[in-house]
């Protein structure tokens, strides 16, 4: 049984104001309830082939703890589920996954809902 890559290093770490800009400028977005990955194609450097930044919102959370949960949350399930992801993509893609809810999702349910949201993402960008 081969060892899938699922770490979750310092390199794929989305921080760039740059590429978060651009992102919210002229990236394209996919939605499956209650999340939603805004992502761009870059050009990089480090060959690393997904930069990735997670966010929940200040308006549905107003506790920082609770924040920082879901935040944990998000980049758990991306960082066992990046294999789907890094699997159909031709070219290094920057992502931002935003948590948009005041529901209190399990684990689980964020889980289900992250490999239905980049199952989308396949099929909406790379289905032949």
């Given at each position: 049984m081969e060892q899938k890559n699922i770490k979750y290093p310092k390199t794929e770490k989305l921080k760039s104001k740059i590429i978060i800009g651009q992102m919210f400028n002229s990236g394209k977005s996919v939605s499956k309830y209650p999340l939603r990955m805004v992502y761009l194609p870059v050009s990089n450097?480090?060959?690393?082939?997904?930069?990735?930044g997670v966010s929940v919102s200040k308006r549905y959370f107003k506790r920082a703890v609770d924040r920082n949960y879901f935040k944990r949350l998000l980049?758990?399930?991306y960082r066992i589920n990046k294999h789907l992801?890094?699997?159909?993509?031709?070219e290094p893609h920057a992502?931002?996954?935003?948590y948009q809810?005041?529901?209190?999702?399990?684990?689980?349910e964020i889980n289900d809902k992250m490999v239905e949201l980049?199952?989308?993402f396949a099929v909406e960008n790379y289905s032949l």
């Open positions: 450097k480090e060959n690393v082939p997904l930069k990735t980049r758990e399930s992801l890094i699997d159909t993509i031709s992502i931002m996954i935003f809810t005041k529901d209190r999702l399990s684990f689980v980049f199952k989308k």
